[in-house]
């Protein structure tokens, strides 16, 4: 059974940094995932992308976090990272890392669509971030 862990999340005031990581087990067939993305969760508000990875490592970001944060992929493409600079009180939210099979699920903007996080089938249980003023 595949499983995505996240770790990472604190509390941290604004304009600090922070680094969260996915990692991903029960792969047992090997197939990977091609597709690789974080999302975030604040109270009240739907489920966002905030970055993706897709086909030959392009990457993708959302408006309010360019500039400021990074994803990337581990060597052996089973961890995922972002790490989060300049943080300010609006990035506070669960973050959660998604994964899809298909790397087109990570490409263009269609990520940051509304409603787009159904298209995962794979999801960590969250990790919290917190930025105070």
């Known amino acids: 059974q595949v499983q995505l862990t996240e770790s990472g999340g604190g509390s941290v005031e604004a304009g600090g940094s922070l680094k969260l990581s996915c990692v991903v087990s029960?792969?047992?067939?090997?197939?990977?995932?091609?597709?690789m993305a974080w999302f975030r969760q604040a109270p009240g508000k739907e489920r966002e992308a905030v970055a993706g990875?897709?086909?030959?490592?392009?990457?993708t970001y959302a408006d309010s976090v360019k500039g400021r944060f990074t994803i990337s992929r581990g060597s052996a493409r089973g961890t995922l990272y972002l790490q989060m600079n300049t943080l300010k009180p609006e990035d506070t939210a669960m973050y959660f890392c998604?994964?899809?099979?298909?790397?087109?699920?990570?490409?263009?903007?269609?990520?940051?669509?509304?409603?787009?996080?159904?298209?995962?089938?794979?999801w960590g249980q969250g990790t919290q971030v917190t930025v105070s003023s």
């Open positions: 029960g792969d047992i067939h090997g197939e990977g995932f091609n597709c």
């Open positions: 990875v897709g086909d030959r490592e392009a990457t």
């Open positions: 998604a994964a899809n099979r298909l790397g087109r699920f990570c490409d263009g903007a269609d990520l940051f669509r509304p409603g787009y996080w159904l298209e995962f089938g794979y």
